[in-house]
């Protein structure tokens, strides 16, 4: 079933607006990772690298996190260190 099609069952079952939204929200591909990005990346080191982070964390990123948490420049420095985490940390 795809998208489209999950939604005319939401709406044919007449579940709630929301369930069917959070359901399509969930579910549907973003193609964050256009390439081969996820290969290889073990989650359990993924967890360790993001407990060892948050123990240390840099002060710009503390910044960003706490101040101007909509604004592009706080988002793609937050993005540059999570990112950096995440593919270091490939099995």
């Known amino acids: 079933m795809d998208h489209l099609d999950a939604i005319d069952a939401g709406l044919a079952a007449k579940r709630p607006y929301n369930e069917i939204a959070r359901k399509v929200f969930l579910t549907y591909p973003t193609r964050a990772f256009v390439g081969d990005e996820d290969h290889g990346i073990d989650p359990v080191r993924v967890r360790?690298?993001?407990?060892?982070?948050?123990?240390?964390?840099?002060?710009?990123?503390?910044?960003?996190?706490?101040?101007?948490?909509?604004?592009?420049?706080?988002?793609?420095?937050?993005?540059?260190?999570?990112?950096?985490?995440?593919?270091?940390?490939?099995?």
Do not use: C, M, W
């Open 48 to 91: 360790h690298a993001l407990d060892e982070f948050e123990k240390e964390l840099p002060a710009d990123y503390k910044l960003a996190a706490a101040e101007a948490v909509n604004g592009t420049k706080a988002r793609q420095l937050r993005s540059h260190y999570l990112t950096k985490l995440i593919l270091e940390s490939r099995g």
